[in-house]
């Protein structure tokens, strides 16, 4: 059983290899794909996934987690996103917020389990409000979009600014441009423009240029103070 975040066995280097893989899974990332011949690095992952097992069936929301994304990703043979939902669901019903995340995103993608966009969002929302930027940027697209909740760009604008505070960058694009059509706030296209700086817009010129015809002198360096403003906030500077 899984007591802490040190693993028996960390003195072999398969064994070591084995759980950064599996770390990198528990974070979201895309998993190491261990070649045919890398035999000890099999081992080792067989070894970690029975440590898995056993805490997830013991309970255990972190090795629910874990063992749903190395279940999704095809670790131990074929990607099988229905066993991994049934994981996910485990450790999100005992609050873990990023299975509420995955279990959201399957749910949207119908990946593993029917297409649902109600369902996803509700388990997007648990997921926000455990403080996911990821799932506040989702469950935002989807009240500006109307899929699986009513259209509510207001709404979208709030859980935005959230994820924005999360460093989530597509956010801020996202309330550049609600911003500027005066889509669920003000039309203000001061506030567009802080947003976009807040972005970067180096893949935006055409919109950025767009903004910047309508707007003095004075405004365009109001909306850079206040972009530079906002982000020395979220850097703690």
């Not at 996910?88 to 873990?96: E, F, K």
């Not at 993608?109 to 649902?116: A, F, K, M, T, W």
């Not at 903004?211 to 020395?232: F, I, K, N, P, Y």
């Amino acid at each position: 059983m899984i007591r802490s975040g040190i693993a028996p066995g960390m003195g072999r280097p398969w064994l070591a290899a084995a759980l950064l893989v599996v770390a990198a899974l528990g974070g979201g990332a895309t998993p190491a794909h261990v070649r045919a011949e890398d035999e000890p690095a099999r081992r080792g992952i067989a070894e970690v996934l029975r440590w898995h097992e056993t805490a997830a069936r013991r309970g255990n929301a972190e090795a629910q987690f874990r063992l749903g994304r190395m279940t999704e990703a095809g670790v131990r043979g074929a990607p099988d996103p229905s066993a991994a939902a049934g994981w996910y669901r485990r450790a999100a019903d005992q609050g873990h917020v990023a299975a509420q995340f995955r279990l959201g995103l399957l749910y949207e993608r119908g990946h593993g389990v029917p297409s649902d966009p109600a369902e996803a969002a509700g388990w997007y929302a648990m997921a926000a409000d455990g403080g996911s930027a990821a799932a506040q940027f989702n469950l935002g697209l989807m009240f500006e979009r109307g899929r699986g909740v009513p259209r509510d760009p207001g709404r979208a604008v709030g859980l935005y600014e959230r994820a924005s505070d999360g460093g989530i960058v597509a956010a801020r694009l996202h309330l550049s441009l609600l911003h500027a059509r005066g889509d669920g706030v003000p039309r203000d296209p001061v506030a567009a423009l802080m947003w976009l700086e807040m972005a970067g817009n180096g893949a935006h010129a055409a919109y950025r240029e767009s903004l910047l015809t309508g707007l003095s002198d004075d405004q365009v360096a109001e909306a850079h103070r206040r972009a530079a403003e906002r982000l020395a906030r979220l850097s703690g500077s």
